[in-house]
């Protein structure tokens, strides 16, 4: 991934953990849009991997 999407989605979870904090509803209202759109312009996160150990088998 991305620096720049990285950092993008790290701001959204930052802007939603603010949303959740804040008791004006006007202002969590804006900061989820934000963080919304934020998520959107980075994209869906790529598949993620298996990690396979080399020489390893399953024993039977």
Do not use: C, I, W, Y
């Not at 720049?4 to 202002?27: E, G, I, W």
């Not at 900061?31 to 790529?46: I, S, Y």
């Amino acid at each position: 991934m991305s620096a720049n999407r990285f950092h993008a989605r790290q701001a959204a979870v930052a802007l939603l953990k603010m949303a959740k904090t804040t008791s004006d509803p006007d202002l969590a209202a804006n900061l989820v849009r934000v963080a919304a759109d934020l998520k959107e312009q980075a994209g869906e996160l790529p598949p993620r991997l298996k990690a396979e150990v080399p020489g390893a088998q399953e024993e039977q």
